[in-house]
């Protein structure tokens, strides 16, 4: 615009100022309209959420790190996005809430004598190490921030496997003959073979020298007794998404599947029949977080780290906890939630009454109790986090072939 | 590996040969303004297979010789001439004596070897591919006896395998293969190293140190490159020298392979390779040797890690119609 006659031109029209945004790419677990809402309101921008299911939202920010700021994903799939180059560190000196965090997060286990579980546990991929890998040994930059997490098992029928059964659930279960043709696992070759592969040591079947880095042989083994299975009619599914595995409770179509927490929620008048267990062989659990996108910097980069510690401000945790997720930094999660909505979710006390969802439905009834207990009985159960592990491109591959022949009985 | 004859034209590319014969008969007015030029019957004609044909072809559109038209192949002359649909063959093209003889002598395996070693290498990464003879026969516009003499020399290199039901299988590239091939670089490669080290190119180690920050269109592969021929390759004991390079082919493929579906470059190994270098030209040879053999441990580790990353891209990319995915 010339400068000489600016001054009618500019009160003619209002000025123009560009909202500032940030694009945050993600999956369900944390992607929640009340988060979004919350935090567009508390931190004065716009923030806009692309949500995608866990393969595609990996893949999708491993190739394009220009199409968002902020990647809320899972710990484990750092591999993939980490090792394309795609994030830049995160300086923990710019996170006020580090010290914070808990040691399950930070360390490894909720104790210094806790139990660690197999494979990816957050903390060996949380720092960034010379020469650009990831490890556990302590230092100023991380590659993800810590946020949400849970320990996740499986659901089952209570008019298959009993209600009160004195024999605690087994993983064994995803491969029971009693749910035969009712059986359906989570299509992520990170989380689903693990449930498989849980099962088929807990039935004995197989024996894993170490069930999150397994060798070829040992994933040979793995698909061919899943195969020998899914030719004798097992599994009736594989989903991709809470909403999938919700529909396949409702339509009474499974007798035991692999679950994630929102999940329980959502079951309307199955919610008495198909309930969460707690095995005997611990959980597998995960943990989310969120990265920068390697393109960030200056005044862009300042919204990602507010957005960053708005996340462990304490709002965020209190919706998580509502769906049955953990938060990292619990103090001030504590703080945001009701002493009923705590008691119940973290010191797996009984529900003193009704207590509502993310969305303000009722997710939990008086009365209820969690199942597996309070947050450290949970967090010291860990089995095997969700892990990508050395032979995963091998392991990925051969479950994709699985999982197609499972559904195309189906079709 | 190319055959040795006495034609110097024997050593140039197929593809340059035939864009050579294509360019002197459309120039000439021999191929007319808008003939359709197809890649089979042209690959007929100069015996030989597709490939170099598409290579020539798009050679000729750069040049604006030839160019793309709504329809399969290209039309020559520039782009408004209808087009003219008739054999080749019929048009007898002028073919220097000279090229024909030296399209005669790359009738052997030997000539499209390296193609195919690249194609059935950089695969491997995304599972297990059985080789269908008869499609690879089609694909070079060779004979089964040729592409057998392929087959072989992929065997004895590694590549390849027969299955039970006696099928030529190509992979899958695994985690344990990749750590195995980097355990065994680690080992032989430093002992190859400290044998070389009265013949290495010192003035060559030099100048590609200080290249390296100050030339950006350096990369990894140029120097992983200049360490094999100026220090490595150069030790007295060819079997070494040969297992060495064997043993690195499928690693380079891979490699290759990643870096072309997008996978980026490691700046981390420019640094690693400035100091390796700096100790090769300074002597003692030994320290260069334990600095090698840490640097390929470091190596194996990244490797893997990308490794990992080739899960998320699918089998979807395209392969040559020969290799069929398990």
């Known amino acids: 615009m010339a400068q000489s006659d600016a001054t009618t031109a500019d009160l003619a029209a209002p000025p123009q100022i560009k909202r500032r945004r940030l694009r945050v790419r993600g999956t369900s677990i944390t992607l929640l309209k009340e988060v979004r809402e919350r935090a567009q309101a508390d931190l004065g921008f716009d923030v806009e959420y692309e949500l995608l299911e866990f393969v595609d939202c990996q893949r999708m920010a491993a190739l394009e790190p220009e199409a968002y700021d902020i990647y809320e994903q899972c710990f484990h799939n750092l591999d993939i996005v980490w090792f394309w180059g795609a994030l830049q560190p995160i300086d923990t000196d710019r996170i006020q809430d580090w010290d914070k965090i808990t040691d399950l997060s930070k360390t490894g286990g909720i104790s210094k004598y806790a139990w660690r579980g197999h494979g990816d546990a957050p903390v060996r991929k949380l720092y960034v190490q010379p020469g650009g890998f990831l490890g556990p040994k302590q230092g100023r930059y991380i590659s993800m921030l810590p946020t949400v997490h849970n320990m996740d098992s499986f659901g089952f029928d209570t008019r298959v496997f009993g209600k009160g059964d004195p024999r605690a659930p087994s993983w064994a279960w995803l491969l029971d003959r009693r749910a035969k043709g009712r059986i359906a696992l989570v299509d992520e070759p990170a989380i689903g073979l693990f449930d498989a592969a849980l099962a088929a040591e807990a039935a004995g079947e197989l024996q894993f020298t170490d069930v999150s880095n397994m060798t070829i042989a040992e994933i040979d083994a793995l698909m061919a007794l899943l195969d020998d299975r899914r030719r004798q009619g097992y599994f009736c599914a594989t989903w991709r998404n809470a909403n999938e595995a919700a529909e396949l409770v409702l339509q009474d179509r499974v007798s035991v599947q692999s679950m994630w927490s929102p999940v329980y929620s959502n079951m309307g008048k199955m919610a008495e029949t198909f309930v969460e267990a707690a095995p005997i062989e611990g959980y597998r659990a995960w943990h989310g977080g969120a990265s920068l996108s390697r393109h960030l910097q200056g005044a862009q980069l300042d919204l990602g780290y507010e957005y960053l510690n708005w996340w462990l401000d304490g709002y965020a945790g209190a919706v998580m906890a509502r769906q049955g997720y953990y938060m990292s930094a619990p103090d001030r999660t504590k703080s945001a939630l009701a002493p009923e909505e705590w008691a119940y979710w973290y010191e797996g006390a009984s529900a003193a009454r009704d207590l509502l969802g993310p969305s303000g439905g009722v997710v939990v009834k008086a009365g209820a109790r969690r199942a597996g207990g309070s947050y450290q009985d949970r967090a010291n159960r860990i089995a095997v986090w969700n892990t990508v592990m050395e032979e995963y491109n091998y392991a990925a591959r051969a479950w994709a072939r699985f999982v197609r022949r499972v559904n195309e009985v189906q079709k | ?326």
């Open chain 2, 1 to 326: 590996m190319t055959a040795r004859t006495n034609n110097p034209l024997a050593q140039e590319p197929r593809y340059e040969l035939i864009s050579q014969v294509l360019r002197k008969n459309i120039l000439n007015g021999v191929l007319p303004k808008g003939l359709v030029l197809l890649e089979g019957p042209i690959a007929v004609l100069m015996q030989t297979s597709r490939m170099p044909v598409q290579a020539a072809l798009r050679l000729l559109a750069d040049e604006e010789l030839v160019h793309r038209f709504d329809g399969r192949g290209y039309l020559v002359g520039a782009v408004g001439a209808a087009p003219l649909r008739r054999d080749i063959g019929e048009f007898h093209l002028d073919i220097p004596q000279q090229v024909d003889d030296a399209l005669q002598t790359r009738g052997t395996w030997k000539h499209f070897y390296d193609e195919v070693e690249e194609q059935v290498a950089s695969c491997q990464v995304f599972g297990e591919f059985r080789i269908v003879e008869t499609e690879l026969a089609a694909y070079l516009g060779v004979s089964r006896t040729v592409v057998r003499d392929v087959l072989s020399r992929l065997q004895e290199r590694g590549l390849i395998h027969k299955d039970n039901s006696s099928h030529w299988v190509a992979g899958p590239l695994t985690a344990r293969t990749l750590r195995e091939k980097f355990e065994l670089r680690a080992i032989i490669e430093p002992a190859a190293l400290r044998l070389a080290a009265p013949f290495i190119q010192y003035g060559q180690i030099e100048e590609m140190r200080d290249r390296i920050g100050a030339d950006p269109s350096l990369k990894p592969e140029d120097l992983e490159n200049a360490l094999m021929e100026h220090c490595i390759a150069r030790a007295k004991n060819t079997s070494l020298v040969e297992m060495i390079q064997n043993n690195q082919m499928l690693l380079t493929s891979v490699n290759r392979a990643l870096t072309g579906l997008g996978l980026p470059e490691d700046a981390i190994a420019l640094d690693q390779y400035r100091t390796l270098f700096d100790l090769i030209a300074r002597h003692p040879i030994d320290s260069a040797a334990e600095y090698l053999r840490d640097h390929l441990h470091i190596m194996a580790a990244k490797n893997l890690a990308r490794m990992k990353i080739v899960a998320v891209i699918s089998e979807a990319v395209d392969f040559p119609p020969y290799l069929i995915v398990q």
